[in-house]
């Protein structure tokens, strides 16, 4: 791997192979694939890592607003893709771009409708979200009649799956929550069949659900985010998979400080001994928020754990390389291969997705293939 010389986030397809054929390897051969590419790609990549997962075979994708989906169609994504949250003021594009939305209440279902109708489509295939415990979107089990009554008649739309999302699949200690969310869903699912006469694709576990429910949850199809990036939730888990994304930068300077000086705004570090101090271009514009100042995180150098001290800056932050031999320019770590973003995210008090999600698209991607 070639050493970094400015902040990088090199993205491993590898890696991200890796991830898909473990994650496969928990369900059965028939179960849909759908792969969950929302927020960039959980902040890795917008459309070579879609791309790569066309390659690969994935059944569907899935993003949370109408943009993503428009930029995935632009990258000449061929894939069905499945819009989570689809906004009625985003329908007309949504068509514009076949994409399929996620309906999860009465006046987005009927504002869509209204959209099919004018436009004269014929069967457009939407997906009908349940609420079962997150108490997030979607529509209840009593509200099965109401959707019969709407549907039943309507040829301009068609739905192609029912899906419900859990909440705490990760939680092992809420295990008796979560099997009460598959089996509520398969009561839904069974009075939707009754009622509607033929079944749609049935979904609910997202990746710590495919790890954790495969038995019980996997019905016709799985969607997966945080394990396709190398993220398990677990250590047992973590230890398979393999992150995809590793953020590197360069040291940009360094300098001693005598005891009692300080670093950076507000003089957030006062040394109590001559301190070795190391400036990285990377801030809290770049998705290293302030939690990780103060010696909460540490970037590695090598092999070395290099603390952050004082304030995180806008675009660049200060780590105490005391006794570690670097010099100007040489590479430094914060998250990936070798160290976790789980890892570091827990140091300030976070969690792999809201980090993950959060490198700033202003840092280069390298795709590593
Ligand atoms: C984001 C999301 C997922 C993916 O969850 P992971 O834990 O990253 O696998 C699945 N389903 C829905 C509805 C989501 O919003």
Redesign the pocket.
């Known amino acids: 791997m070639p050493k970094a010389t400015e902040t990088v986030l090199e993205i491993n397809l590898k890696s991200l192979e890796h991830n898909y054929g473990y994650l496969r390897s928990k369900i059965a051969p028939h179960t849909r694939f759908m792969a969950?590419v929302?927020a960039y790609s959980?902040g890795n990549d917008a459309s070579e890592i879609a791309k790569h997962m066309e390659t690969l075979g994935v059944d569907y994708f899935?993003v949370?607003y109408a943009c993503e989906g428009i930029a995935l169609r632009k990258a000449g994504i061929k894939t069905p893709i499945l819009v989570?949250h689809a906004i009625p003021s985003h329908f007309e594009d949504i068509i514009a771009y076949d994409l399929e939305p996620d309906l999860y209440n009465k006046k987005g279902l009927a504002a869509f409708q209204h959209v099919a109708a004018t436009k004269g489509l014929n069967a457009y295939p939407i997906h009908i979200?349940f609420n079962t415990g997150l108490n997030r979107l979607g529509f209840e089990e009593a509200d099965i009649d109401y959707l019969h009554g709407q549907l039943h008649a309507d040829k301009h739309i068609k739905v192609i799956s029912l899906?419900s999302?859990l909440a705490a699949?990760e939680d092992m200690s809420v295990r008796d929550f979560t099997i009460g969310q598959i089996d509520k869903f398969k009561s839904i699912a069974n009075t939707f069949v009754d009622r509607f006469g033929y079944k749609p694709l049935l979904h609910i576990l997202?990746?710590?659900g495919i790890l954790n429910y495969a038995d019980s949850g996997q019905l016709d199809m799985v969607?997966?985010?945080?394990?396709l990036y190398g993220y398990g939730?677990h250590p047992e888990f973590d230890r398979e998979l393999k992150p995809i994304g590793t953020l590197k930068s360069i040291i940009s300077q360094i300098h001693t400080i005598n005891e009692g000086e300080s670093v950076g705004y507000n003089m957030g570090f006062t040394a109590t001994k001559p301190t070795r101090i190391a400036i990285i271009p990377l801030g809290h514009a770049d998705g290293i928020g302030r939690h990780f100042g103060k010696e909460k995180g540490y970037l590695i150098i090598g092999t070395q754990k290099a603390p952050i001290v004082g304030n995180v800056c806008m675009d660049m932050l200060m780590i105490d390389v005391s006794g570690i031999d670097c010099r100007e320019g040489d590479e430094v770590v914060i998250f990936g291969a070798t160290v976790s973003a789980e890892d570091f995210a827990k140091t300030g008090n976070t969690i792999s997705?809201e980090l993950i999600t959060g490198i700033s698209q202003r840092i280069k991607r390298v795709i590593v293939r």
């Open positions: 969950v929302k959980y899935a949370a989570l979200k899906f999302h699949s997202n990746t710590s969607r997966s985010g945080i394990g939730n997705y």
